[in-house]
């Protein structure tokens, strides 16, 4: 079964500090994409980053970027100068099939940032 | 930008009503999907679609059905609710060759 875990329930980071969140997942497939989603407190869920497995190079997004680590299925989000605008919740998702329609999501993380 | 909306965003139903949830997309996408999301659980697949009258059942499509009639339209239909399908259910749409989701604002629903 393909999989996506996130090992990290809840994290919090301090304003304008750098946190780490972190995910695995599981696949056979050697063709696939990452994602990482934010879904703010009472707000519509977005896309932050995307990984293509075939590129080597880490995804970045501004203050938001990506270790991915294709040999240890690790994918984490970094976020630099954290924002209170920063927290919520983070859901990192697989699309593991391309021949499928479907993403496999973690259960997310929630985010808080302290001020 | 991609705009997905969802025809309430809370909604009380007695136990045994029929519940319909509406989903329209603006962009063209193929593919549409519906996901219910729980504390602790993340976000479980009921259903998806890759195309008009077209469905397939996800991870969790018991005691839900859908259907899609136009292309930008994906309604999920709880046939006789029930409080334990009490949830936030969100319904997102994917272009067919991109991958990355586009969600809408989420139907809070409560059974009573």
């Known amino acids: 079964a393909q999989t996506v875990t996130q090992s990290q329930p809840e994290m919090s980071v301090q304003e304008a500090e750098t946190v780490t969140l972190s995910c695995t997942y599981d696949?056979?497939?050697?063709?696939?994409?990452l994602f990482w989603y934010k879904q703010p407190p009472s707000r519509q869920m977005i896309l932050v980053i995307r990984?293509?497995?075939?590129?080597?190079q880490n995804a970045t997004e501004n203050r938001f970027s990506v270790n991915f680590q294709k040999a240890a299925k690790s994918f984490s989000l970094k976020i630099s100068d954290s924002q209170l605008g920063d927290a919520a919740m983070y859901f990192c998702?697989?699309?593991?099939?391309?021949?499928?329609?479907?993403?496999?999501f973690g259960d997310g993380t929630t985010l808080t940032v302290k001020p | 930008d991609v705009k997905v909306t969802q025809s309430s965003r809370y909604l009380v139903k007695r136990t045994g009503e029929k519940v319909f949830l509406e989903c329209v997309q603006d962009?063209?996408?193929?593919?549409m999907f519906w996901y219910r999301q729980d504390p602790g659980l993340g976000l479980r697949l009921i259903y998806f679609?890759?195309?008009?009258?077209?469905?397939e059942k996800g991870d969790i499509p018991e005691g839900y059905s859908v259907s899609r009639e136009k292309k930008e339209r994906f309604s999920l239909i709880l046939e006789s609710a029930s409080t334990n399908l009490t949830s936030m259910y969100l319904c997102?749409?994917?272009?067919?060759?991109?991958?990355?989701?586009?969600f809408g604002p989420g139907t809070r629903l409560t059974v009573t």
């Open positions: 998702a697989a699309h593991l099939n391309t021949n499928a329609g479907k993403s496999t």
């Open positions: 696949t056979s497939e050697s063709d696939y994409y």
């Open positions: 990984q293509e497995a075939y590129k080597q």
């Open positions: 962009m063209d996408h193929e593919n």
């Open positions: 679609s890759y195309d008009v009258k077209m469905k």
């Open positions: 997102s749409t994917q272009p067919r060759l991109s991958y990355e989701q586009y």
